[in-house]
């Protein structure tokens, strides 16, 4: 069989105005879901704090987002991180998350993706010769949250655990009115974002088996009524009180060897690949308040839109303003899917992309 190849060197990317930058990235995933890093092209986003930052990006650079989560480039699930400078004096780079619908206060498959990113990138300082895991110190918008990436050689290898901001509960035994149901009772807890909790079952559906449409739906509804019925507030930020969305769960909250399944649904209706590793930091601080847990007693939390799978167990126990918290380990593995460079035509009338709804 023929192949023909062309004796023209390739370019890097194709003729474009030099005064509109192109946009670079790495992709990644950790269980399935992805995360877009912004290499280069994007401004400079500017502030005194990390939330500042957040703020002016929502506010001034918010085509950034769009053009690199959504079509034509990226896709209604797409998850993205640029990268900034923390004032932290502990922290080795800070990040802003990205999605469909804006800006995220935490997300822990990103930080366990970052983990390996920031080490292999030289981001941080080189580990010790024989050194078997490095530490890396991630400014998200909820606060400092440590990594720890599993390396060999200096070189990350894909198992990255974190230990997260303090973590709470937040309501339990919260009755909701959500239409076409009957009134629910849903638990909200916090694990640097604030997420509803529910048994798929008591909206008539199997997390393990449903139609990933029909849990959207479902989740979707409860986000809405949850947020129309209780004001959620963060002791040490108005940036930080929102519902970020509902992870359905199998119900099976009391300790087990075996995994437990759930499906998160954040933003716009978008749908988390993996277990979410800030749900299952939120869900552990809500078994460890329930006392269906203990201090360091791990259990394994399962996707049931993909199988993969992270761990979590609550390592010691901290306050966050006068709720009593814990500070939570997820574990997961990340993996590399590639690289891009996109350009942006200014006479592109979906230059800053598009969503079907």
Known sequence: MQTVESTRPVPLLPPHDPGTPALSVVDMHAGGEPLRIVMAGCPEVVGPTLLAKRRFMRQHLDHVRRRLMFEPRGHRDMYGAVLVRSELPDAHLGVLFLHNEGYSSMCGHAVLALGRFALDFGLVPAPSAGAREARVNIHCPCGLVAAFVECEGGRSRGP???????????????????????????????????YAFVSAEKLGLDVCSAKTRDLVDAATAVTKAVTAQFKITHPDSEDLGFLYGTILTDGKDAYSEEPTTNICVFADQQVDRSPTGSGVTARIALQYHKGLLELNQTRAFKSSTTGSVFTGKAVREAKCGDFNAVIVEVSGRAHYTGTASFIVEDDDPLRDGFLLK
Do not use: M, N, W
Request: proline share 6%; aromatic share 12%.
């Open 160 to 194: 990255v655990r974190f230990h997260s901001v303090p973590a709470f509960a937040l309501a339990t035994d919260l009755s909701v009115d959500v239409p076409g149901h009957e009134k629910l009772v849903v638990d909200i807890a916090y694990g640097g974002a604030f």
